[in-house]
């Protein structure tokens, strides 16, 4: 399988759950996240696909505003 390089910029909180999990399997924090990623594509594609048009950080402003509003209720 062909590797490439990215740079992301990720919270610490993160960051330091990732090196846990990753410590925790005794795998490195790249193969974690390739595992999380690959196991998360699928799903995320489909949800992409239903959000028509709408960003998954849209759609997480969204639901985190009807939370807001519900707890105010």
């Not at 740079?7 to 595992?35: F, P, W």
């Not at 959000?51 to 505003?65: H, R």
Request: net charge positive.
């Amino acid at each position: 399988m062909v590797k490439g390089r990215i740079n992301l910029s990720l919270d610490q909180r993160i960051i330091d759950e990732l090196v846990k999990m990753a410590d925790k399997q005794g795998i490195s924090v790249s193969s974690l996240v390739n595992s999380i990623l690959k196991g998360g594509l699928d799903t995320t594609n489909e949800l992409v696909e239903a959000l028509e048009g709408m960003s998954i950080p849209e759609l997480l402003d969204v639901l985190t505003a009807r939370g807001r509003e519900k707890k105010k209720k």
